[in-house]
Structures are given as C-alpha cells and as structure tokens.
C-alpha cells in the first residue's frame, strides 16, 4: 500500500463533501436577484466552476467525477424531492438553466488542461529534466 492512500482518500472524502455543499448552496441561490439580472445564477454557477476546479486539483478526474456526481445528485434530488407541493427549482428559464447549466459548469473544469493542476516547475518535463 502506498503512503499517498490516506492522502487520496480524503481528497475523495473532500471532493465530496464539497460537491454536497455546492449543490446545496446553488440550488439555494440561484434565484437570488432582480428580474433584470440573475446574480444568484451567475454566482451557484461560479461556484459549481470553482468546486470543480478544487475536486480537480485535490483528487485528479476520480475527484472530479465524484465530485461532479454528488453535485447533480443533490440538485436533482433538491429538485425533485421536497415535501408537499414546496419547491425550490421552480419551471421557468433561470432554473432550467441551472438545472443544465450546473452539470455544463462541472464538465467545463474537467476539460481543463492537465498542467493547470501540476505540481511539476513550469517547463520540466515528466522526467525532470528541462
């Protein structure tokens, strides 16, 4: 067993409980703001972008595939599941840009070069060597 292991895991572990706070979070302010501007939209958007990048940088694509799951997952479920007739996504435009825009903002951080997230000097190859 590698000594990275715990290491690893609790990037995992991290990834997350990121994507559950960042799912929450968003479906939450989405509809912030006035009906000129969605800032609250701009701003879960931003923020699924932004814990993407960290699932990234933290755990590699596995983090960012779980991290990305766990988002939806909760978006969905914040969705679709809620007690009585009370929702929180609602059936106009600004949600269902949430709804695909969220998954869309996730994928945008996956598809970001690999060397935005190396340790390795700028420069050196895999070898080290210049």
């Known amino acids: 067993m590698s000594t990275d292991a715990p290491v690893g895991i609790a990037a995992h572990v991290a990834a997350v409980v990121v994507g559950v706070l960042v799912g929450l979070c968003g479906t939450l302010a989405h509809r912030w703001g006035d009906d000129g501007l969605p800032e609250g939209l701009l ?73 935005l997230f190396s340790d390795r000097p700028r420069g050196t190859r895999e070898d080290g060597r210049p």
């Open 43 to 115: 701003f879960a958007l931003l923020l699924v972008l932004l814990g993407g990048l960290f699932a990234r940088a933290a755990a590699d694509r596995a983090g960012m595939v779980l991290y990305l799951l766990t988002a939806v997952v909760v978006v969905l479920g914040l969705t679709f599941l809620g007690p009585g007739r009370d929702v929180l996504v609602t059936d106009d435009l600004v949600s269902r840009i949430w709804l695909l825009g969220a998954p869309v903002a996730g994928a945008a951080a996956a598809l970001m070069p690999r060397s």
